[in-house]
């Protein structure tokens, strides 16, 4: 049938837009359903049951045998659906939307840009999850479905919200979860070794991040003129802004220093010098906020000036290189959960300390292949505290010893599990000019283990030890 007449049958169905839902883990009585699946059998299974929840309509492709007076299919479902999630936020034609992707520092610099970019502004990324919690019942996704941004967006607390910063994760990407979204400007972080449990290697990984800068998704984009982002750069058509060490770069990095409290960064744009000193420390924060200022500035948001004005109050985000002060040494709660991101870490603060004292752990049932390199990274750290992250269903000594493989056995090493006493043992061994990296799960509150979901912040543990052992 004809895509136009496909979508005035929608349009005659009349339906009330906000009882419509994408999952039917959020179907209630009398609700519209819009749903669409691969596997017929999955799908099939999925209208039955709304329909048993008393779901008023279900809409659907032609893929679902099920029969039913409340059932609804199209042949061009994909574009019917387009046409709703618009519908529901017609608004979106007059919204600046930024895609944010990379291995590590999306929530960072997501993060900064919203800060540069004003009250306005919404970021909508991995620290974020409280956002849909009266969205969707589904589990919080680093990118959420288009339907349940849009939802959200509905809603008429952001109603003010011009500028919408996304963190968009290869998953995201390569199951089209943001198919129909138009961003304005989209950066590229970096790339390193993540998600092999889901991407069969690096080069396949680099091409689930390289379709958020398909001409479709985005207008422009910023990247970073070094390894993967030269590589996007080379790949990729499209209007382009780069940042690098070289003076033939769009911003010209001239200088990076850092102390023990903060950053200075030196740039040049347009023949003009800019200095600037971050408040804080952390692994690529210059990087992070530099991209957050191309971005900003390439897309003709904010000028230059504005850009330098907001920066006087950016903070960092919680749980990223998060500062804590006990007796006269430092600790710093942080999310590296990555070979490179571990490494990064410590760089930071190699210089700055005599002694480095690192606890961290590895995530059960995914990315397994990583744990031996993140024992490597962590061997730069002169004592080595392995623990619980979120082992999951995993034997959580299994995973720490997966990790041990990688660690260098003539430095100071242990294995404690409880993640809590590992938290404590790492304080007390503060001696001198010393610093503890608590890594892993930065901004988490919550410890995963088997089928429980028990209360654990990093930060609120590290304030309260801290206060205990004063």
Not at 15 to 25: A, H, K, M, Q, R
Not at 97 to 108: E, R
Not at 255 to 283: A, C, M, Q, W
Not at 360 to 389: E, L, P, Q
């Amino acid at each position: 049938m004809d895509i136009s007449k496909e979508i005035q049958i929608f349009n005659d169905l009349d339906i009330n837009l906000d009882n419509l839902v994408n999952s039917t883990l959020d179907v209630f009585e009398d609700c519209i359903l819009i749903i669409n699946l691969n596997n017929k059998k999955k799908l099939d299974k999925y209208v039955t049951e709304a329909i048993n929840k008393k779901a008023k309509l279900i809409i659907t492709s032609i893929n679902c045998n099920v029969e039913s007076e409340r059932v609804v299919k199209f042949e061009n479902y994909e574009d019917v659906f387009n046409h709703v999630i618009k519908k529901m936020y017609p608004e979106y034609v007059d919204k600046n939307f930024f895609g944010l992707t990379g291995t590590n520092g999306k929530t960072t610099t997501g993060y900064f840009l919203n800060q540069l970019l004003g009250e306005d502004s919404l970021f909508i990324g991995t620290t974020e999850d409280y956002l849909f919690k009266d969205i969707t019942r589904e589990e919080h996704l680093t990118t959420p479905k288009l339907f349940n941004i849009f939802k959200l967006l509905r809603k008429k607390e952001y109603t003010h919200i011009n500028n919408i910063v996304l963190e968009v994760s290869s998953h995201a990407l390569d199951q089209n979860r943001l198919k129909g979204m138009e961003f304005l400007v989209s950066g590229f972080t970096n790339l390193s070794q993540d998600h092999f449990d889901y991407h069969d290697n690096i080069d396949t990984y680099f091409d689930a991040k390289k379709k958020l800068f398909n001409k479709n998704l985005s207008k422009q984009y910023v990247f970073i003129d070094e390894d993967w982002g030269t590589r996007l750069n080379k790949e990729v058509n499209g209007e382009s802004w780069s940042i690098g060490f070289k003076k033939e770069n769009d911003m010209f990095i001239k200088e990076i220093k850092s102390s023990e409290t903060n950053t200075l960064v030196s740039f040049k744009i347009d023949n003009h010098n800019y200095r600037v000193i971050l408040p804080f420390i952390g692994p690529n924060c210059e990087m992070n906020y530099l991209l957050a200022v191309g971005m900003a500035h390439f897309s003709g948001t904010l000028s230059l000036d504005r850009i330098l004005l907001e920066t006087v109050n950016i903070k960092n985000p919680k749980g990223r290189f998060e500062k804590f002060s006990y007796l006269d040494n430092d600790v710093y709660v942080d999310y590296a959960h990555t070979p490179e991101a571990i490494d990064k870490a410590i760089e930071v603060v190699q210089e700055k300390y005599e002694k480095i004292i690192i606890v961290f752990g590895a995530g059960g049932n995914r990315d397994s292949y990583k744990r031996v390199n993140m024992g490597k990274a962590a061997n730069k750290a002169d004592h080595i505290i392995i623990t619980n992250d979120n082992p999951r269903k995993e034997d959580p000594m299994l995973i720490a010893k997966e990790i041990l493989e990688g660690v260098d056995l003539n430095k100071k090493v242990e294995i404690v599990l409880d993640r809590k006493a590992a938290l404590k043992k790492g304080l007390d061994s503060l001696r001198g000019k010393s610093v503890l990296l608590v890594l892993g799960k930065g901004h988490e509150s919550k410890q995963e283990l088997k089928d429980r979901f028990v209360d654990f912040d990093d930060s609120v543990m590290i304030s309260n030890l801290i206060e205990d052992m004063k």
